[in-house]
Structures are given as structure tokens and as C-alpha cells.
């Protein structure tokens, strides 16, 4: 089982920018892919932006060109940059993780956007 914690969430002003820290730890073999997801209040849980081992992303429309998502296989590490926050990127944010047909999820972070 792998064990993920989110960090960085927050309160934060429209345009302005957050950065989430994703640590996996436990028995890891090869995390692929890693990935955030969101879900705001009432909504269902969404897939943000992925990462495989070797690179490859992919970003839900809504949020291209304004958030990056990044990875060190070293560490078992997983980042997300938002830039050019919104309001509707309010959501709380959960860092995932599949791993030999086993997905994995942390606890997730809060994240607040004001107008």
C-alpha cells in the first residue's frame, strides 16, 4: 500500500498562485501514473492533471496553460503549480497514485480561491 500526504493548500486571491507537494511513501515499486484530482462542494471528484513515469501529461481543459504538474521519481514526489487561480478552482485537492492495479489516494488539501 502506498501512503501519499498532500501539503501547500490554502487561502488564496483570484490570480494569485498556490503550489501542492505530493510524498508517496511505503512499498513502491513504480508509481504510474500520479496524478490530482479535485472535488468541490456538491460536485463530483474530478481528474485535474496526470503524469506517467516518463513525462507524459495530461490537464482537465479548465485548467491548461494555467497549472503545471511535475514529478521526481527519485523521491516519490508529486507537484502541482496553479497559477492564475479562480475562484472555481476552489476545490479540495487529492493527490493519487496506481501502482500494480492498486490506487491510491491522500487525504486531500483544501484549497480556497476568493474573488
Known amino acids: 500500500q502506498v501512503r501519499l500526504v498532500e501539503s501547500g493548500g490554502g487561502l488564496v486571491q483570484a490570480g494569485g498562485s498556490l503550489r501542492l507537494s505530493c510524498a508517496a511513501s511505503?512499498?513502491?515499486?513504480?508509481?504510474?501514473?500520479m496524478a490530482w484530482y479535485r472535488q468541490a462542494p456538491d460536485k463530483q471528484r474530478e481528474l485535474v492533471a496526470s503524469?506517467?513515469?516518463?513525462?507524459?501529461?495530461n490537464y482537465i481543459d479548465s485548467v491548461k496553460g494555467r497549472f503545471t504538474i511535475s514529478r521526481d521519481n527519485t523521491e516519490n514526489t508529486v507537484s502541482l503549480q496553479m497559477n492564475s487561480l479562480k475562484p472555481e478552482d476552489t476545490s479540495v485537492y487529492y493527490c493519487f497514485a496506481h501502482q500494480r492495479g492498486i490506487n491510491s489516494w491522500g487525504e486531500g488539501t483544501l484549497v480556497t480561491v476568493s474573488s
Open positions: 511505503g512499498r513502491i515499486f513504480s508509481i504510474n501514473p
Open positions: 503524469i506517467t513515469t516518463n513525462g507524459i501529461t
